[in-house]
């Protein structure tokens, strides 16, 4: 379906709340199916958080990925010199651990925090997985409880990709301000490779701005069991360099740095 007719069926009153709930219902009887078949012991989450990480119920795919992510993790933030072992390391947006168990396998003397608004999954991974990493439930607003300075590297693997630019801005802020001089910051982005879904309409915006947040489902239908505010964020790779230089240094941009889906933005706190 071309960009025009997606258009133009959006604007035809309840086609779009229709489509919604059509996916909404094909996602339970998938979920219910996944439920039936898949075996009760599993060291791996439940299929409806793998869900809201992964947009699928493959289990195959779900190791698969967070495999891949924690390589490019790793290769992203060697290139930039210091290396992960023995350091305070942060992951924000956690989810249940799906990257944060492969990640530490590569680096198992850092020291790994996973942070995430999910309760579900934190507490999946508090049960499951305290060997990998501290789990701990974080607010959808900084401040976080954290003090200045407590980390040598932060990620966020397709946060800034679900945020407004308010909030954006807010969490730059905060991420600086638990970096330590030096320390880095990997952010992934929907960039060039991820326009496929946007309209005309969104893309001209893009191109104006450099920047789109897209609201679409709410309440029931949303499928990942997010807050309202947890939607879709474009970028274009000026407006990353531009705007996001204003709080931290961009060290890299990788195009399609996420398994040729999401561009990777490695930033650091400069040294004060």
């Keep these: 379906m071309d960009n025009a007719l997606k258009d133009a069926l959006k604007a035809v009153p309840g086609v779009d709340e229709a489509v919604g709930l059509v996916r909404y219902l094909q996602y339970r009887q998938a979920l219910r199916n996944a439920l039936a078949s898949e075996p009760q012991a599993s060291d791996l989450p439940p299929p409806h958080l793998r869900y809201r990480v992964h947009r699928s119920f493959d289990i195959a795919e779900y190791v698969a990925t967070g495999r891949d992510v924690a390589s490019s993790i790793s290769n992203a933030f060697a290139a930039a010199g210091p290396t992960l072992h023995g350091k305070d390391v942060l992951d924000l947006g956690s989810g249940p651990g799906r990257v944060a168990r492969w990640l530490k396998d590569l680096h198992p003397t850092m020291r790994l925090t996973c942070v995430d608004i999910d309760d579900e999954a934190v507490s999946w991974g508090q049960e499951h997985a305290a060997d990998i990493a501290r789990f701990l ?20 693997i397709s946060l800034f990709t679900h945020l407004d630019e308010p909030m954006q801005d807010a969490w730059l802020g905060e991420i600086r301000r638990l970096l330590r001089p030096g320390g880095l910051l990997l952010a992934t982005t929907h960039g060039e490779f991820a326009t496929g879904s946007c309209s005309e309409e969104e893309l001209e915006r893009l191109q104006r701005h450099g920047i789109v947040f897209r609201t679409t489902r709410k309440r029931r239908i949303k499928l990942d069991g997010l807050p309202g505010f947890y939607q879709t964020t474009f970028h274009t790779r000026n407006y990353v360099e531009a705007h996001w230089s204003n709080t931290l240094e961009v060290v890299a941009y990788l195009p399609g740095g996420i398994q040729r889906h999401q561009d990777t933005v490695l930033l650091r706190r400069p040294a004060d």
């Design 137 to 156: 439930r974080g607010d959808p607003h900084p401040p976080s409880a954290f003090p200045p300075g407590t980390f040598d590297a932060v990620y966020c």
